[in-house]
T-cell receptor, first 114, second 115 residues
Framework: DTEVTQTPKHLVMGMTNKKSLKCEQH?????MYWYKQKAKKPPELMFV???????INESVPSRFSPECPNSSLLNLHLHALQPEDSALYLC?????????????FGPGTRLTVT | TQLLEQSPQFLSIQEGENLTVYCNSS?????LQWYRQEPGEGPVLLVT?????EVKKLKRLTFQFGDARKDSSLHITAAQPGDTGLYLC???????????????FGEGTQLTVNP
């Protein structure tokens, strides 16, 4: 099973709202990722958690706050977002296998900030 | 910074035609992955190539990793409308951590196969 699940599928929020995106995987992967993707562009890395510790923060604004409660779950807390933050937010996970570092993506959360 | 140049950016062809997508870099990658993404969905991993010169086949799709591990290609034979999507190549730079890797993505190829 190579499934990564994300909820919600769609989210509309105002600029003063607080919301959270959730991601779950049960593949035993010890690395989890948040990406932001604009239409017809490749995903842009935001955060990497390795063994439940934040290992990479790609200079993401503090209005995005990641959390990794355990090895299967990854959250992205959103607060005071801007309209330009509207995008598809993707979660992924990986486990080193034969040096390939394959990443498996979830279906994404389509976020609209109004 | 390692870059992956992917070409062409857009490709519109008729059903039954063949096509090739290229992914090139001046840097070496320890492995390279190809993904296909449909609108509103996450990228789906198609294949990973690890060894220089490696060729992998997935039904009508043929993937090749360059001998020097700096480039890769995806060839589709007899394309079908179901092949429509955004194709992304993504490379893993050498000397990554055991778990938790920063992928370098190409800009993507938007393929449309018309019936």
């Amino acid at each position: 099973d190579t499934e990564v699940t994300q909820t919600p599928k769609h989210l509309v929020m105002g600029m003063t709202n607080k919301k959270s995106l959730k991601c779950e995987q049960h593949m035993g992967h010890r690395a989890m990722y948040w990406y932001k993707q604009k239409a017809k562009k490749p995903p842009e890395l935001m955060f990497v958690y390795s063994y439940e510790k934040l290992s990479i923060n790609e200079s993401v604004p503090s209005r995005f706050s990641p959390e990794c409660p355990n090895s299967s779950l990854l959250n992205l807390h959103l607060h005071a977002l801007q309209p330009e933050d509207s995008a598809l937010y993707l979660c992924a996970s990986s486990h080193r296998t034969s040096g390939s570092y394959e990443q498996y993506f979830g279906p994404g959360t389509r976020l609209t900030v109004t | 910074t390692q870059l992956l140049e992917q070409s062409p950016q857009f490709l519109s062809i008729q059903e039954g035609e063949n096509l090739t997508v290229y992914c090139n870099s001046s840097s070496v990658f320890s492995s390279l992955q190809w993904y296909r993404q449909e609108p509103g969905e996450g990228p789906v991993l198609l294949v990973t190539v690890v060894t220089g010169g490696e060729v992998k086949k997935l039904k009508r799709l043929t993937f090749q990793f360059g001998d020097a591990r700096k480039d890769s290609s995806l060839h589709i034979t007899a394309a079908q409308p179901g092949d429509t999507g955004l194709y992304l190549c993504a490379g893993v730079p050498p000397h990554q951590e055991t778990s938790g890797s920063r992928l370098t993505f190409g800009e993507g190829t938007q393929l449309t196969v018309n019936p």
